[in-house]
């Protein structure tokens, strides 16, 4: 099964300290199965990500009104390629206010989903089988991508032979946390 589960940051933390688990986090846990379901994440400021989004796909809009009076027919190609970022921006906000995610450990693995609305280029779900993993861990890090305030991701991370998969990457460390210590418990009594 699992050789440890560990966290890197509070090792020098006394085992016993009390982890909140938050008000919105539904934990449900059977002799045979754990299940969490508590926000995706898209970061602290969902107006920021709304007012992208409308200002984007505004400027796109008006940029398809103007070519269509205008009848610049080169503007479809050009467009089309701005028109799929601001899909993509609806999806990532609309995400940030309905998106869950939904933890599922058992005897044969561990599953994770991030349900309803599906984002490109990001995990909907992740299955691995016991067998297959070496080490989860909790973990701490920052985006390289630049900021003036750079923001730290907490993560559960699962290592198998083959690579490393963050299963959980929020800015909020109460949920991760909390994940860490509901799998850690029931992978306990599993053994």
Not at 12 to 31: F, G, L, T
Not at 98 to 110: E, L, R
Not at 123 to 149: A, D, L, M, V, W
Request: aromatic share 14%; proline share 5%.
């Amino acid at each position: 099964m699992f050789n440890t589960l560990m966290t890197t940051m509070e090792k020098n933390k006394p085992q016993n300290e009390q982890i909140e688990v938050p008000s919105d986090m539904e934990i449900v846990c059977s002799a045979d199965e754990l299940y969490i379901v508590f926000p995706w994440d898209a970061r602290k400021n969902k107006w920021g990500i709304w007012g992208v989004t409308i200002f984007w796909n505004g400027f796109v809009l008006f940029l398809y009104i103007m070519a269509f009076i205008h009848q610049i027919a080169e503007f479809v190609l050009f467009g089309t390629i701005h028109l799929l970022i601001g899909m993509y921006f609806i999806l990532f906000a609309l995400g940030s206010i309905y998106n869950k995610v939904s933890i599922k450990v058992t005897a044969q693995g561990i599953e994770m989903k991030n349900t309803p609305i599906h984002l490109p280029f990001m995990y909907r779900t992740f299955f691995e089988h016991h067998t297959e993993i070496n080490k989860i861990y909790y973990e701490i890090y920052r985006p390289t991508i630049g900021s003036k305030r750079p923001v730290d991701i907490h993560a559960l991370t699962v290592l198998t032979p083959y690579e490393r998969h963050r299963i959980i990457k929020h800015t909020r460390p109460a949920y991760v946390k909390a994940v860490a210590k509901e799998i850690s418990r029931f992978l306990a009594g599993l053994s």
